[in-house]
Nanobody
Framework: QVQLVESGGGLVQSGDSLKLSCAAS????????LGWFRQAPGEGRQFVAA????????HYANAVKGRFTVSRDKAQNTAYLQMDNLKPEDTAIYYC????????????????WGQGTQVTVSS
């Protein structure tokens, strides 16, 4: 099993930046990719970005392309989500999860979800 712990959320103003972390432990050698999702109140969990663990290939949702950057540090078993030019509509709980190497955007293709970290962007 892989355990994931997200951190780095907070309350910021529109236009500010935040960097989220997703620390992995356990059977990390089984990780093919890590994905970031977010869930706003009353909505379903939505794909944000994903990165392959070995090659570092990335994929982004259109809503965050050009503003968010996903990266990983294999030595630290940690993935990151750098979020720039944040907007109020980015307000949500952000989760990371283990996925397959094909960088799916579908929630059901991911497992070992973390507990999430709250990001709130005020206007």
């Amino acid at each position: 099993q892989v355990q994931l712990v997200e951190s780095g959320g907070g309350l910021v103003q529109s236009g500010d930046s935040l960097k989220l972390s997703c620390a992995a432990s356990g059977r990390t050698f089984t990780i093919d990719s890590l994905g970031w999702f977010r869930q706003a109140p009353g909505e379903g969990r939505q794909f944000v970005a994903a990165i392959t663990w070995r090659g570092g290939a990335t994929h982004y949702a259109n809503a965050v392309k050009g503003r968010f950057t996903v990266s990983r540090d294999k030595a630290q078993n940690t993935a990151y989500l750098q979020m720039d030019n944040l907007k109020p509509e980015d307000t949500a709980i952000y989760y990371c999860a283990v996925g397959l190497a094909n960088l799916s955007v579908h929630v059901e293709r991911y497992r070992n979800w973390g507990q999430g970290t709250q990001v709130t962007v005020s206007s």
